[in-house]
């Protein structure tokens, strides 16, 4: 595997060199009034990040599966019911999560490819008229798939059914690539990680708490300790821990905040957007087809990439690691096999991109798939070049 090529898994994600630089810190007191400077920075420009007036952010040392439990120990009780979709791996996982703690999960069996059903999540609310389901999971961009989910609509249909029940929504691998908006969606716990969109290693959950979603933090009973939100808000208040604060991560953070907010969030988003579309464009030129079944759901952040029937997608990830030291990621679970995925969110450029289309169509074509190289290079030029701006003009 070579250093120098960028990665194109869906996380964790490339490290602006600046990034990786205030990661390596020499060791402070962490109880120290230095650790609040960073501290404060972060929980602050994580809430614009959100879109947030009045959510409570919390970061751990974890990652997005530690911000999962976070939001289930801190808001339910054992046997509380939770309504969530199966659309993924991924939102296989926080049900599996849910079950494992004991929670009553109605879950939505929705195919893999598609977006979460905000619809039946309506019928349910509806006719839920005793309000025992107490959350709805919702994950708004489905890693495994390369779907995202309209998340306004989840919110409209909580509504429609004039129902209490709390929103979480996992968007680890949204946040900071796409557009998220924690108040206007009413998400009451928002879920994500330093690796994907933070640019950051793995090594922290990052949470936001709605107002509504502290309240239930009083009369939760689920057992939990470590991810207590309470014992880290009376540690933030002294601009400490409740434990050993990861500085170094932390500090990583605060810089990508001020980077994302110098790009500016909606110059951030269309970048993915953008270089996404190149992808898909790419995509189409090697007549091949994602695993998303609709442009509307089409992820900005990762593409899963169907491959001919009987030929095993895995092996596009290996050869590519073993003869061009390039990373992309496999299928998991019901499409494991089925898909490979290139992950296109995080620090990543037009140029960068070009790369790893590239290199998948070396890889694609040593395989014997009937690839024409350049094909999907040349489909992703047009649409990244300056020149005329047409293309761009045409998807704006
Ligand atoms: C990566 C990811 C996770 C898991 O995060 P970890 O940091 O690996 O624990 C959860 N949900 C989604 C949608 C993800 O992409």
Redesign the pocket.
């Known amino acids: 595997m070579s250093f120098q090529n960028p990665v194109f898994i869906?996380?964790p994600t490339n490290m602006p060199e600046a990034v990786r630089q205030a990661c390596y810190m020499p060791t402070i007191d962490h109880r120290s009034p230095v650790f609040g400077k960073i501290l404060n920075p972060c929980l602050d420009g994580v809430r614009r990040v959100l879109k947030s007036e009045t959510a409570r952010v919390f970061v751990f040392p974890?990652?997005?599966?530690?911000?999962?439990e976070t939001a289930l120990t801190n808001t339910l009780s054992p046997g509380d019911k939770v309504l969530a979709a199966r659309n993924?791996m991924?939102?296989h996982?926080?049900i599996d999560m849910c079950q494992r703690h004991g929670l009553d999960v109605q879950i939505v069996e929705t195919p893999w490819g598609q977006g979460l059903p905000a619809n039946r999540y309506e019928e349910i609310l509806t006719s839920d008229r005793g309000h025992e389901i107490k959350v709805v999971l919702a994950?708004?961009?489905?890693?495994?798939t390369g779907v995202k989910s309209d998340i306004a609509a989840v919110r409209r249909a909580l509504d429609a059914a004039g129902h209490p029940a709390l929103l979480f929504v996992?968007?680890?691998?949204?946040i900071a690539s796409m557009d998220f908006r924690m108040d206007e969606w009413g998400v009451d716990v928002a879920?994500t990680?330093?690796?994907?969109g933070f640019m950051l290693p793995?090594g922290l959950?990052i949470v936001g708490f709605s107002e509504k979603a502290m309240a239930a933090v009083e009369t939760a009973k689920l057992p939990r300790t470590f991810f207590d939100v309470r014992d880290m808000g009376r540690g933030y208040a002294n601009n400490a821990f409740p434990y050993t604060p990861p500085v170094g991560l932390m500090n990583g953070l605060k810089l990508s905040l001020q980077m994302l907010q110098d790009e500016g969030l909606d110059n951030v988003f269309a970048r993915h957007t953008r270089i996404a579309t190149g992808v898909r464009r790419a995509v189409e030129a090697w007549g091949l087809e994602l695993c998303a079944v609709s442009p509307e759901v089409y992820s900005d952040t990762?593409s899963a990439i169907r491959t001919p029937e009987g030929f095993d997608a895995t092996r596009i990830v290996t050869h590519a690691a073993s003869a061009y030291g390039m990373a992309f990621g496999v299928g998991l679970g019901e499409v494991a096999g089925k898909v490979f995925r290139i992950g296109h969110l995080g620090m990543l450029t037009d140029a960068l991109m070009l790369s790893g289309l590239a290199t998948a169509e070396m890889v694609m074509k040593d395989l014997g798939l009937d690839i024409k190289l350049g094909s999907g290079v040349a489909a992703a030029q047009d649409f990244y070049r300056h020149g005329s701006g047409t293309a761009k003009q045409a998807a704006a």
């Open positions: 869906p996380g974890s990652t997005g599966t530690g911000g999962w993924g991924f939102s996982r926080w994950t708004h961009n489905e890693t495994a996992d968007g680890v691998s949204s879920v990680g330093s690796q994907k793995a959950a990762v």
